[in-house]
């Protein structure tokens, strides 16, 4: 999957050059070393996006005007050169103009950590945040919607603050939310759809118990974006802000019919936010033609041990994991072939 990784001015990393194998590696070392920081780059990589960093300018070294990450990847060498004034990438050492088709050859991603647990507790970005990611991944169609909505709404928000010529220009906005979010929509009922077999299994096994795991899409226009629309106008006008549309949709968690996140116990809530990802997993492989890269940020240490070989069990056999921890008290192998390298003070040192 990844052969190579090679970092230069990433984050805490002046230069990198590490081999990996198909199981993949362990990345040990204390807090603030680095080693989240090379499973964001292998993220921005393969699907150019970082579950830290909102900005380019803050992946970029203290000091340096740039950024590179180069890796091969299925047989194929993928670039991403970054600056402050955005993301510059090449296949083959071809230039790619368009992410779509630089995307199109890249690799999926499944991240893991323990943020996940937001999935559960949080508000409903992160869950709308969980789908996206899903669905950019395998539907370019969706790409497609997702990035004309995310930009129609931040002008239509921008105008509805405004007092001169807004009425013409927001409608118009308007009918490109409509457009583009009623889609959204589609595809993400249609997800949680295929998500809730395979993350129902993955809950009965992670928990040894046969607890029904509920997925169910909460679309706040109820199947009518324009009427949901018209409904807000006023409130809209007041506030100044979108009040319709996916970006305010939710995702309903129940464990035997109960809200997950007001009746969950922790340890039920962590075994549904495993059982979520792993079924993002699932769907990776399933839609998406390939298996994907697990990308598992210090999740094993914080499991009781029946959760972590749960979760061992279910990572499949055939695909690249990297994973880091603080330490490898845990770590009894548990079938999992994988090297162990140190990151200290943004070095890399092989055991």
Not at 93 to 107: C, D, F, I, T, W
Not at 114 to 120: P, R
Not at 194 to 220: F, H, W
């Amino acid at each position: 999957m990844i052969e190579s990784l090679r970092l230069l001015n990433f984050r805490c990393f002046e230069q990198v050059s590490l081999e990996l194998s198909g199981a993949g590696k362990i990345f040990v070392g204390e807090n603030a070393q680095g080693k989240t920081s090379l499973l964001e780059a292998v993220c921005l990589l393969l699907r150019l996006q970082s579950p830290r960093a909102r900005q380019t300018r803050q992946l970029i070294r203290e000091g340096a005007n740039g950024f590179g990450i180069s890796g091969d990847v299925w047989g194929r060498n993928l670039q991403v050169r970054g600056d402050r004034k955005g993301l510059g990438l090449r296949i083959e050492g071809e230039k790619v103009l368009a992410r779509q088709n630089y995307l199109s050859e890249s690799g999926l991603v499944v991240w893991m950590g323990n943020e996940d647990l937001d999935l559960v507790r949080g508000g409903g970005e992160s869950r709308r945040r969980f789908l996206d990611f899903i669905a950019t991944q395998v539907d370019p169609d969706y790409r497609r919607h997702w990035n004309r909505y995310r930009k129609a709404l931040a002008a239509r928000n921008k105008f509805l603050k405004s007092y001169s010529a807004r009425e013409g220009v927001v409608k118009a906005y308007t009918q490109m939310l409509i457009e583009h979010g009623s889609e959204m929509i589609r595809i993400r009922q249609a997800l949680c759809g295929k998500l809730r077999p395979y993350a129902g299994e993955n809950q009965r096994v992670i928990s040894s118990r046969d607890e029904e795991l509920g997925i169910t899409y909460k679309d706040r226009s109820k199947g009518d974006l324009e009427a949901a629309f018209k409904e807000v106008q006023d409130s809209e006008t007041r506030r100044g802000v979108t009040l319709a549309g996916p970006h305010r949709d939710d995702v309903k968690l129940e464990i035997a019919s109960r809200n997950a996140k007001d009746f969950g116990s922790e340890g039920q809530q962590r075994t549904v936010a495993l059982a979520l990802k792993l079924a993002q997993g699932e769907i990776l492989r399933e839609l998406g033609g390939r298996p994907p890269i697990y990308l598992i940020d210090d999740v094993f240490g914080e499991l009781d041990p029946r959760r972590r070989n749960a979760l061992m069990n279910l990572l499949p056999a055939d695909t690249q994991k990297l994973v880091t921890t603080t330490n490898l008290d845990w770590w009894d192998g548990g079938g999992l072939e994988l090297e162990v390298t140190t990151v200290k003070d943004g070095l890399l040192l092989e055991e």
